[in-house]
């Protein structure tokens, strides 16, 4: 963990030194420039892409209750487990389809095969970093505890928020990256904008996941009771339960978003 750390404070010390470099080569006034586009851009990227996911969401949602309903009338409940049934059928076949691929994959291009197995430890890591682990004690949304027991669950690290703000920094520094190249740099700047090439959707799909599992595991749905969210005083249980329960889900939604850009 400590080694972790060091790292990452050795990353973030390197990327403002290439920052200080592009300054002096390109000015303060381009550099301005490329952080208010970057910015601009980013902040237009989360909100597209969160009204995007629940409107498809939404759609979904009334397509199925509309063909559900059509078909309860036509054929009653038989015709509606019947619709689950092939719903089920389908989504094993999707799965089935993805483990042909992968075998057909490891037996006649490595480097595809390879490619898809980073891409999923990619999207495993990104969640159970933000999650806290197998046991979703930890991670990103109970750092809070370095603020002190009382800032712990706020309504900022234990909603969708926190996420948010995560995924508008991400895309912030990547959308950095890619005007760096645009303007000649290579480096540091090249290797973030291939990160953001290849692996942007599954990192900040999987942080979506991790919140979606945290999320769920602190709204206790089968215990009466959880901890409350700090700072909302004069809800009931239930309320801060259900708000716990909304945030879960909305990541829920927003990862499955994610992850749906590759396959189109």
Same mark, same amino acid.
């Given at each position: 963990?400590?080694?972790?750390?060091?790292?990452?404070?050795?990353?973030?010390?390197?990327?403002?030194?290439?920052?200080?470099?592009?300054?002096? +080569? /390109?000015? @303060?006034?381009?550099? =301005?420039?490329?952080?208010? &586009? !970057?910015?601009? $851009?980013?902040?237009?990227?989360?909100?597209?892409?969160?009204?995007?996911?629940?409107?498809?969401?939404?759609?979904?949602?009334?397509?199925?209750?509309?063909?559900?309903?059509?078909?309860?009338?036509?054929?009653?409940?038989?015709?509606?487990?019947?619709? +689950? /049934?092939? @719903?089920?059928?389908? =989504?094993?076949?999707?799965? &089935? !389809?993805?483990? $042909?691929?992968?075998?057909?994959?490891?037996?006649?291009?490595?480097r595809s095969?390879?490619?898809?197995?980073?891409?999923?430890?990619?999207?495993?890591?990104?969640?159970?970093?933000?999650?806290?682990?197998l046991d979703?004690?930890?991670?990103?949304?109970?750092?809070?505890? @370095?603020?002190?027991?009382?800032?712990?669950?706020?309504?900022?690290?234990?909603?969708?928020?926190?996420?948010?703000?995560?995924?508008?920094?991400?895309?912030?520094?990547?959308?950095?990256?890619?005007?760096?190249?645009?303007?000649?740099?290579?480096?540091?700047?090249?290797?973030?904008?291939?990160?953001?090439?290849?692996?942007?959707?599954?990192?900040?799909?999987?942080?979506?996941?991790?919140?979606?599992?945290?999320?769920?595991?602190?709204s206790a749905?089968?215990?009466?009771?959880?901890?409350?969210?700090?700072?909302?005083?004069?809800?009931?249980?239930?309320?801060?339960?259900?708000?716990?329960?909304?945030?879960?889900?909305?990541?829920?939604?927003?990862?499955?978003?994610?992850?749906?850009?590759?396959?189109?």
């Open positions: 963990m400590k080694g972790g750390g060091i790292l990452g404070e050795l990353a973030v010390k390197s990327l403002y030194a290439d920052l200080l470099d592009a300054e002096r +080569v /390109l000015g @303060k006034r381009r550099m =301005t420039e490329i952080f208010i &586009k !970057s910015a601009k $851009d980013a902040a237009e990227e989360v909100v597209v892409s969160k009204i995007k996911a629940l409107t498809n969401f939404s759609f979904s949602v009334v397509k199925g209750t509309f063909k559900a309903v059509v078909i309860y009338k036509k054929d009653g409940i038989k015709g509606v487990g019947k619709l +689950v /049934l092939n @719903k089920a059928k389908s =989504t094993a076949e999707d799965l &089935k !389809s993805f483990v $042909d691929e992968m075998i057909k994959d490891f037996r006649n291009d490595r095969f390879m490619k898809k197995i980073s891409r999923i430890v990619i999207f495993s890591t990104a969640a159970l970093l933000y999650a806290g682990g979703l004690e930890g991670g990103a949304p109970d750092m809070d505890l @370095k603020l002190g027991v009382g800032h712990h669950r706020n309504i900022f690290s234990h909603t969708i928020l926190l996420p948010l703000f995560l995924e508008f920094s991400m895309r912030f520094v990547l959308n950095i990256a890619e005007e760096m190249v645009k303007d000649g740099h290579g480096g540091i700047w090249k290797k973030l904008y291939d990160f953001k090439q290849e692996y942007s959707d599954v990192v900040i799909g999987g942080m979506w996941f991790g919140a979606m599992m945290h999320l769920f595991k602190d749905p089968l215990s009466g009771r959880t901890k409350p969210l700090t700072g909302l005083h004069g809800l009931s249980m239930e309320t801060h339960k259900r708000i716990l329960s909304a945030s879960s889900a909305l990541a829920g939604i927003f990862s499955y978003e994610e992850l749906k850009k590759r396959k189109k």
